[in-house]
């Protein structure tokens, strides 16, 4: 019995194997799991960890938090292509070469799990050059305080 055929016919006998640390598990009706069929799960063990390994669904990232309100309107406005293509001058005095790719560069490492704290600086530093005349947010929300070095 090949393998294909040994997954089709534990899903027609309603077989289940389940990952149990570095083995599995069956779970099945009595009698369905004959010594015959039994013996061929021994025989294609490897294979069948294989499969039962693929089908186990990654973790999920952990919850970040959401964006402030405005720095989630920068992204937005960035993948819009409502920012400058071109070369700008961050305030701490360094240039980076495109702002709306910047911007979601570092909007997308921010929602992988990366250092939040500093992913929030260059989003709020790129924040400060769209919108350098903004001291208080549409909702009242006083600017954030100014922003240490980046690094």
Do not use: I
Request: charged residues 15%; hydrophobic residues 45%.
């Amino acid at each position: 019995m090949v393998a294909a055929d040994l997954l089709a016919e534990l899903d027609r006998l309603g077989v289940r194997l389940a990952l149990n640390g570095e083995g599995f598990t069956t779970q099945a009706r009595k009698g369905a799991l004959t010594p015959e069929l039994a013996a061929a799960l021994r025989t294609h063990k490897p294979l069948l960890l294989g499969v039962l390994k693929l089908a186990v669904p990654p973790s999920p990232l952990p919850a970040l938090p959401p964006l402030p309100e405005p720095l989630g309107r920068l992204v937005h406005a960035a993948a819009g292509g409502q920012l400058p293509g071109h070369s700008v001058a961050l305030p701490d005095g360094g240039r980076v070469p495109n702002l709306a790719d910047y911007v979601l560069a570092w909007a997308a490492t921010y929602a992988a799990g990366g250092d939040t704290g500093h992913c929030l600086r260059h989003l709020w530093a790129a924040h400060a050059v769209w919108q350098p005349r903004q001291a208080v947010s549409t909702h009242g929300q006083a600017a954030p305080p100014p922003l240490p070095a980046l690094g």
